[in-house]
């Protein structure tokens, strides 16, 4: 894999954290009037560590490991917003999600490093997404990291212009 993502994966537990703190305390469960625009899923602050944890555990790590042990396996889409109520994202201890986060991305980086050219190679049907390889899975897991630290950067904006009207 290469460097640039891994180490991308790797610091963003601690760039989740840190963005998730600037939410001011009074806005971790608030939701705008409006989610036009929004570059995430139409969550709360709360509600969006949760559901990035929940889709590393349950989403990313278990299709890396069916890509890597199954012959070209059908990996499902999860509803997130059925997930958020099942769970109750909104009575989360954010700690405690965060903890569980941290701990659950050290195990998909080190299940990412150990793997090698032939198991990147490995194929899968990603629902939503068609064809992929355990290599571009990898990559949308990235690429959902970075959705997720811009969500909660929209969600500063738009606290931003509540507390200037």
Not at 66 to 92: F, G, K, N, Q
Request: glycine share 4%.
């Amino acid at each position: 894999m290469n460097k640039t993502t891994l180490n991308a994966l790797t610091l963003f537990p601690l760039q989740l954290e840190t963005h998730y703190a600037a939410i001011p305390q009074e806005f971790r469960h608030w939701a705008p009037p409006s989610w036009d625009g929004v570059p995430s899923e139409p969550f709360t602050a709360i509600e969006q560590i949760c559901h990035v944890r929940d889709i590393e555990i349950d989403g990313y790590q278990e299709r890396l490991r069916r890509t890597l042990h199954e012959d070209h396996p059908l990996l499902p889409s999860i509803d997130s917003e059925t997930l958020a109520v099942e769970r109750d994202y909104a009575r989360a201890d954010a700690d405690e999600v965060l903890s569980a986060f941290h701990a659950a991305r050290a195990r998909t980086v080190a299940m990412i490093s150990a793997l090698g050219k032939d198991d990147l190679s490995r194929t899968a049907e990603f629902e939503g997404y068609g064809v992929v390889t355990l290599r571009s899975l990898v990559h949308y897991l990235c690429s959902h990291d970075q959705q997720h630290l811009a969500g909660l950067q929209w969600l500063l904006g738009k606290i931003e212009a509540v507390r200037a009207g």
